[in-house]
């Protein structure tokens, strides 16, 4: 009787965890490239693959620590891997059966962050590096305080926003004549941007792409001759504390996909062979803003303009499901 009671308990527990492996929980992430992975995924996992999907709402740092902690949500997208930190990046290279897995290295090909400033004033001035427009304060007026110059950095709450203020310590802006702007928002960031770039204002500050304030507004972003340092930018500039920030350029972009572990395998071949160009990206973006579409919108419109991107990233068994779901 014991060895009965003993047999149907493992094949109950066995069963729920098949029930649970069915059920995907995807991070829906807080900028519009991101979101709309993950909505193409949560489609594409539904419809191509027969899964519970579940959209959860994120941004870096707190989808990180939650899928270390809790192991949920199972699918961090669109995740900009020189952002994560030290701890998350120990995890996945830590390649223990409880880590993270890091399936795919380049998710959007040209992606990147960086301070950004307007065409018009690279045409008119021929600023093109950091250092060139921290010389001149004078053309990026704060707006609270014109004899200084003003930078916009991320808002509260976004992980970008330490890398900025150590940045900002880092090349000593402040005995250069420059303050802080804080746009105290997404949609503040994005105003501020709009509203200078319409005046034909100097403005200079955090931006990334791809995305359709880059396109709309023709930003270029600033370089450095100074070399990029991994290991103080993950020591130092990514972290809260950062006592003595050394200048660098910012780091090349890298938009990997990663997942708890125990995920189906052929969840995780579609997962490695997803990619996306950052000019198919941007058109999306685009349509999107002039659509006034959501997410999940970008992600069917998306499925409908470019089947031969997605097919190529499913078995074509598949695809005839995912086609025929769309119709």
């Not at 160009?277 to 058109?283: A, F, L, N, R």
Request: aromatic share 8%; net charge negative.
């Amino acid at each position: 009787m014991k060895h009965l009671i003993l047999f149907i308990s493992i094949m109950l527990i066995t069963m729920s965890m098949i029930v649970k492996a069915d059920d995907i929980k995807i991070a829906e992430l807080n900028w519009q490239s991101g979101s709309m992975i993950a909505n193409i995924d949560a489609y594409i996992l539904k419809h191509g693959y027969g899964h519970n999907t579940e959209l959860v709402p994120g941004g870096i740092d707190a989808t990180i620590a939650s899928m270390m902690a809790t192991g949920s949500p199972n699918i961090f997208g669109e995740a900009w891997t020189s952002l994560l930190g030290e701890d998350a990046t120990l995890n996945i290279q830590s390649n223990d059966q409880s880590s993270l897995i890091q399936l795919r290295d380049e998710v959007v090909a040209g992606a990147g962050e960086g301070w950004y400033i307007p065409n018009y004033i690279v045409e008119q001035y021929g600023l093109t590096t950091i250092d060139q427009v921290l010389a001149r304060p004078d053309l990026f007026p704060h707006p609270e305080d014109p004899s200084k110059g003003g930078i916009v950095i991320c808002p509260e709450g976004w992980s970008c926003k330490k890398h900025n203020e150590n940045l900002f310590r880092a090349f000593d802006m402040e005995a250069k004549g420059w303050k802080i702007i804080n746009p105290g928002s997404g949609t503040g960031l994005n105003a501020y941007w709009e509203g200078q770039v319409l005046k034909e204002k100097g403005v200079v500050g955090y931006y990334w792409a791809p995305t359709v304030l880059i396109g709309r507004l023709g930003m270029v972003k600033l370089t450095s001759d100074i070399e990029f340092d991994n290991a103080h930018w993950s020591d130092c500039i990514a972290k809260l504390e950062c006592a003595d920030p050394k200048p660098m350029n910012w780091p090349s972009a890298a938009t990997g996909t990663i997942v708890t572990p125990g995920l189906d395998s052929a969840v995780a071949d579609y997962l490695t062979a997803r990619g996306l160009d950052g000019s198919v990206v941007t058109s999306m973006l685009v349509w999107a803003d002039d659509n006034q579409a959501t997410a999940k919108d970008m992600a069917i419109e998306f499925l409908n303009r470019y089947p031969k991107i997605w097919k190529t990233w499913v078995t074509p068994e598949t695809a005839k499901k995912i086609t025929e779901s769309l119709q």
